[in-house]
């Protein structure tokens, strides 16, 4: 057995522990669990705090329960909210449920005799439950006064937006599941953010005042950026942990840029890494920042960890194109999507495959059927700068002619104006 509870401390994950709650896991295996809403069917990067929680919560021995709340997730639960959530159909929560599910086992070990993680659903255990069986054998023990002293009650109230009865009850139904997985599974401890902390006080003392039972509960720090903006946050939205929702070239860039004031947080909380091995980084890190030791430590380990070996390589290939001296061969390897993937956000153009056949002069090409410049004076100017390549090759003058056989996969022109200024020229 490891110290739980002294991994997360060294890790700065550690936020609030109930009493008692280390010496309890310290004396055995025990089994805890970090409940999962599924609002869409992709987990992000804002829910991997909680994954590595339980995965170490395993490495130390312990037997993690992930539960889907497949009803929790009908109802949405306020903390940390300042609007009411949209409702879901049934339909929507069974297949963001089984996106989780995929994602989730990536993480952790399902198969291990011993201490294998177990999935469960909440909606297994409320979906034959009626409201007169809920209010009694549950409302009963908890109070009105109880349940209005909850920050998350107390902040919603105050506000214009006000708080419906559905969420009101989240607490209660979030008490229920660990009451619930307490009794049939032994559950002894519920994990979360810091946000959670009612919540899963709740259960503790439901199950308290219920069957005079002892329950335990550890919470971990919100992860937030350095400069203020939300962590996991991007100017194009979410960082998800689904491919086809966040490229891995564009998860792995995510975690390069990294300032080095988070990556130096995050390194600790979101790898596997010692702390012999993070400080032994961190000292080649801070004798030369620019080389970002640290950064690629984290963003190499996490990309693995999401999607695996093959996607960190295209990733790190696809960044030596863009910024580096990346062949040109790399993107004939890759199927249209991926190109567009790699070039989104970059200015794209459409241009006439029949009319490429006879060929086009670049000055034609890049200042009349497309924009990339304003004038054909302003190509000759860069071309005589050294300043312009396609598809990675130096334009050496202004005769020079591009037609079908130049495009890359037969659909693309890649333009380069100076270093960074990526321009996609698409073939139709």
């Not at 598809?391 to 890359?408: F, R």
Request: net charge negative.
């Amino acid at each position: 057995m490891k110290n739980f509870v002294d991994e997360l401390r060294w890790r700065g994950m550690l936020h609030d522990i109930m009493p008692n709650t280390e010496e309890k896991l310290n004396e055995g295996m025990t089994s805890g669990y970090i409940g999962f809403d599924p609002t869409a069917d992709s987990l992000h990067v804002g829910h991997l705090t909680q994954i590595m929680t339980l995965i170490h919560f395993q490495r130390a021995g312990h037997k993690p329960f992930a539960l889907v709340g497949g009803a929790t997730g009908m109802v949405g639960d306020p903390s940390g909210k300042s609007d009411e959530r949209n409702l879901q159909t049934p339909e929507m929560i069974e297949h963001n449920l089984k996106g989780m599910k995929k994602q989730l086992a990536k993480f952790l070990k399902f198969e291990d005799a011993g201490n294998g993680a177990v999935m469960v659903n909440n909606a297994d255990w409320f979906k034959d439950m009626n409201l007169f069986t809920f209010i009694r054998d549950v409302g009963k023990h908890i109070t009105v006064n109880y349940m209005m002293a909850k920050d998350s009650v107390k902040r919603r109230l105050e506000g214009d937006s006000g708080l419906s009865f559905t969420e009101f009850c989240y607490q209660l139904i979030q008490g229920y599941d660990f009451y619930y997985l307490w009794k049939n599974n032994n559950c002894l401890v519920q994990m979360g953010g810091s946000d959670q902390w009612g919540n899963i006080v709740t259960g503790t003392e439901l199950i308290r005042r219920k069957d005079q039972g002892t329950a335990y509960a550890i919470t971990t720090q919100l992860i937030k950026k350095a400069d203020g903006t939300k962590f996991g946050k991007t100017e194009s939205g979410a960082v998800w942990l689904d491919p086809e929702k966040t490229s891995p070239y564009k998860y792995y860039q995510f975690w390069l840029n990294a300032s080095d004031d988070d990556v130096k947080k995050w390194i600790r909380i979101f790898t596997l890494k010692t702390q012999a091995e993070i400080e032994a980084l961190e000292v080649e890190h801070d004798a030369a920042p620019h080389l970002r030791i640290l950064q690629k430590a984290l963003a190499e380990d996490i990309t693995v960890k999401t999607h695996s070996v093959e996607a960190l390589e295209t990733a790190i290939k696809t960044s030596e194109f863009l910024f580096g001296n990346g062949a040109l061969a790399f993107l004939e390897t890759l199927d249209s999507k991926s190109v567009l993937e790699i070039f989104e956000g970059v200015p794209q153009f459409k241009i006439s495959k029949k009319e490429l056949a006879d060929g086009i002069d670049i000055a034609t090409l890049l200042a009349e059927k497309t924009t990339v410049f304003p004038s054909k004076g302003e190509v000759k100017k860069t071309i005589q700068g050294g300043g312009l390549s396609v598809n990675k090759a130096k334009v050496a003058e202004m005769l020079a002619n591009y037609s079908t056989i130049d495009l890359i996969n037969g659909e693309f022109i890649i333009v380069q104006k100076g270093k960074k200024n990526y321009f996609l020229l698409i073939a139709e």
